[in-house]
């Protein structure tokens, strides 16, 4: 099982950046896909995912700035960031679950590295 998350990099307060994260060794389609991040000093932290059927999760605080989505022709999830702040700073994870059981990290059963996101000006 690969999960490759990638698109991060340095961006202004206000920017906008999209993350990736290909997929291989499991039947994507049939995965709950999703991001957490995790702050310097900080836990990590349940940030979006979606089912192939379309319904969605995300973080309250997130909500209306990031989206996320799929393309499970490509094995592929996506994390679109808007209007990104310095509080967004964090590395960023992808993660697959067979299952909907929550938001919580041991509700998912794969991960991929994190991608770096700095909002800085």
Do not use: H
Request: net charge positive; hydrophobic share 30%.
């Amino acid at each position: 099982v690969q999960l490759q998350a990638s698109g991060g990099g340095l961006v202004q307060p206000g920017g906008s950046l999209r993350l990736s994260c290909a997929s291989s060794g499991f039947t994507f389609r049939n995965y709950i896909m999703g991001w957490f991040r995790q702050a310097p000093g900080k836990e990590r932290e349940f940030v979006a995912a979606r089912s192939s059927s379309g319904r969605t999760y995300y973080t309250d605080s997130m909500k209306g700035r990031f989206t996320i989505s799929r393309d499970n022709t490509k094995n592929t999830v996506y994390l679109q960031m808007n209007s990104l702040k310095p509080e967004d700073t964090a590395l960023y994870y992808c993660a697959a679950s067979s299952s909907y059981r929550g938001t919580a990290m041991d509700d998912f059963d794969y991960w991929g590295q994190g991608t770096l996101v700095t909002v800085s000006s």
